[in-house]
């Protein structure tokens, strides 16, 4: 039975750590969330740098940072703008990308885009080095669209996780059209052997990087939407 001084003994903070060898007490940094989230949910990590690789993104629609995982290590990172070595969005690189919401709506004229998605971006910067995709985890901050997920597809990408929502545009009033982008869409998404799924996190430059407010999600408990 513990003694009446062992009893009230004062419970050592969290932040103060206990060096057994000798006894003695030291004063150690609080674990900020954002550590310990990393480590409880390992695709919410993965994201984290993806959002982190988007800061780099040059367009002046949705900037979109990728990253591939093979066997939980960062093989690949992408990000969205033009081609290497060529004037980006932002000093009027891309012409759709200059004319946005004037002659372009969102959705439209992808041909005369020269920006390279961030998904794209990644699979590239992954086949330029020689690093297999095959059975890869490809982690994008927006859903990827009819082109990128076609190349994941072809790039043998296992499965997706993604932040914010993206669907595919018709134009204005063309609801048949509407329909038939979404059945296709919806074909290349459940070609992927592992899924594709949602995660629900705190983005703080969702403001920045969209160009639609982001949609709101009901999630398990992990934060993850099977899609």
Request: glycine fraction near 8%.
């Amino acid at each position: 039975m513990p003694s009446k001084s062992t009893s009230r003994r004062k419970k050592i903070p969290e932040d103060r750590m206990l060096d057994h060898a000798s006894g003695k007490t030291h004063i150690a940094r609080a674990e900020p969330d954002s550590a310990k989230n990393a480590r409880r949910n390992r695709h919410k990590y993965f994201m984290a740098i993806a959002m982190a690789v988007r800061s780099r993104a040059n367009c002046k629609g949705n900037r979109v940072g990728a990253v591939i995982v093979v066997q939980n290590r960062i093989v690949s990172t992408g990000y969205n703008g033009t081609p290497e070595n060529m004037p980006n969005c932002l000093a009027g690189g891309c012409y759709r990308c200059k004319n946005r919401d004037k002659a372009y709506k969102s959705g439209e004229a992808y041909d005369l885009c020269i920006c390279v998605h961030a998904e794209q971006n990644a699979i590239l910067a992954a086949a330029r080095f020689g690093i297999p995709t095959q059975g890869s985890t490809l982690y994008t901050t927006l859903r990827p669209c009819f082109g990128c997920a076609k190349e994941m597809l072809q790039a043998q990408v296992q499965s997706v996780y993604f932040l914010h929502e993206w669907s595919p545009n018709a134009k204005e009033g063309d609801v048949l059209k509407t329909v038939e982008q979404q059945a296709e869409y919806d074909k290349l998404m459940g070609r992927f052997p592992g899924g594709v799924h949602q995660l629900q996190m705190p983005d703080p430059d969702a403001e920045w990087a969209l160009s639609k407010p982001p949609a709101s999600v009901s999630t398990d408990q992990h934060g993850t939407q099977v899609i």
